[in-house]
């Protein structure tokens, strides 16, 4: 079995045959819609949100295909796949042997995630070239941008050069050792400096003779790693953490639900919001569960009675299902969708 087939039977288990394949692709290219968002809360497959944006849907009904072939899963009525008992083993099989990196985090990090990359990959490229003598090398990133970030960091003196490479080594390393070999090799393969070239994605794939998508989701979660270790520990990774500068601290939301969530907390309900940005109000509904799943210390209380919510979360797993009209039926209509929506996205049930 492909290593991108693994990956499919683990979203497919997760959702429970509750969403379409449009939702999985949605999910793997990361695309900022409230469902999508939603989905990776409600059944928590976020940390896979966006960690192959360049996925052809083509491609990923071609993966499905097998498997369906191969009898690992059913299509269901509700237009989505369930995992068969035999797709169930598959899976287990496949955990075992490929295991889902610990670190990868796509919703915590895809925003930052491409800029940290680029900006320490150049960062580490100048330093190389310029501690050997060398500044006259073709810069890695085109991005005008992250080039000039650089340039504004780059230490003048050579001698403070010399002491910031052995700092940053020291801080990637400390990371790189608890990592298997085999991921942390895919970072270190992919940078460049003075005599080599890094790799590709493509490249290392085609170096350790695996997938594309594994290539891709192993490097991916190094990259959320070292951003969990600066996040959690900024003061033992300080050159780390400066590579996040103006990216860190910001909530991942849309920017329409951000605009919505000012509005929320200058004391707006949800009827003034919807009037004063003329949007219906089941948009403003959709940007609340958004902002439910992202903000910690949002409370929900003020549009759920917290009776209510205990009740939700009771009828769902009495039922075993996020399915919404499932549950509303179950409460024979007792609460409105979106009550029972946010209720759920906000416990992460």
């Not at 079995?1 to 979203?11: A, P, Q, R, S, W």
């Not at 497959?45 to 052809?56: D, H, N, P, W, Y």
């Not at 329409?256 to 940005?277: C, F, V």
């Not at 109000?281 to 209380?301: G, M, Q, Y």
Request: aromatic content about 10%; hydrophobic content about 40%; some cysteine.
């Amino acid at each position: 079995m492909e290593y991108f087939d693994g990956v499919l039977l683990y979203i497919f288990d997760r959702f429970k045959g509750e969403r379409s394949l449009s939702a999985v692709y949605h999910l793997l290219t990361g695309k900022k819609s409230s469902q999508t968002i939603q989905d990776g809360k409600l059944f928590k497959v976020g940390s896979f949100f966006g960690i192959l944006k360049k996925l052809k849907r083509s491609k990923l009904e071609q993966h499905v295909f097998t498997l369906l072939e191969t009898q690992l899963i059913q299509p269901n009525q509700h237009g989505g796949y369930q995992i068969t008992p035999g797709g169930k083993e598959a899976l287990r099989a496949f955990l075992v042997t490929k295991p889902i990196p610990d670190y990868l985090a796509g919703w915590q990090y895809h925003q930052v995630s491409e800029l940290f990359w680029q900006r320490l990959s150049l960062f580490m490229q100048s330093l190389s070239y310029s501690i050997h003598g060398n500044m006259n090398f073709y810069p890695i990133s085109k991005d005008e941008a992250i080039q000039n970030w650089v340039k504004k960091h780059f230490p003048v003196k050579k001698e403070k050069r010399v002491l910031i490479a052995e700092e940053l080594f020291q801080e990637i390393r400390s990371h790189l050792q608890k990592l298997p070999d085999s991921h942390a090799s895919f970072f270190i393969m992919r940078l460049s400096g003075e005599g080599r070239t890094g790799l590709t994605v493509h490249q290392l794939a085609d170096v350790h003779k695996i997938s594309y998508e594994e290539a891709m989701i192993r490097f991916q979660g190094v990259i959320h790693g070292l951003l969990f270790q600066v996040q959690h520990n900024a003061a033992q990774y300080p050159i780390l953490a400066s590579m996040i500068e103006g990216a860190s601290g910001q909530l991942p939301l849309t920017l329409s639900t951000k605009q919505t969530y000012k509005l929320l907390e200058d004391g707006m309900t949800i009827e003034e919001i919807a009037h004063t940005r003329r949007l219906k109000r089941s948009t403003i509904e959709d940007h609340l569960v958004e902002i439910a799943i992202n903000v910690p210390k949002f409370s929900i209380s003020p549009f759920v009675d917290p009776k209510a919510q205990l009740e939700i979360r009771l009828a769902s797993k009495e039922i075993n299902s996020q399915r919404l009209k499932l549950i509303k039926d179950y409460m024979n209509d007792q609460y409105s969708y979106f009550e029972i929506r946010l209720t759920l996205c906000k416990e992460g049930i």
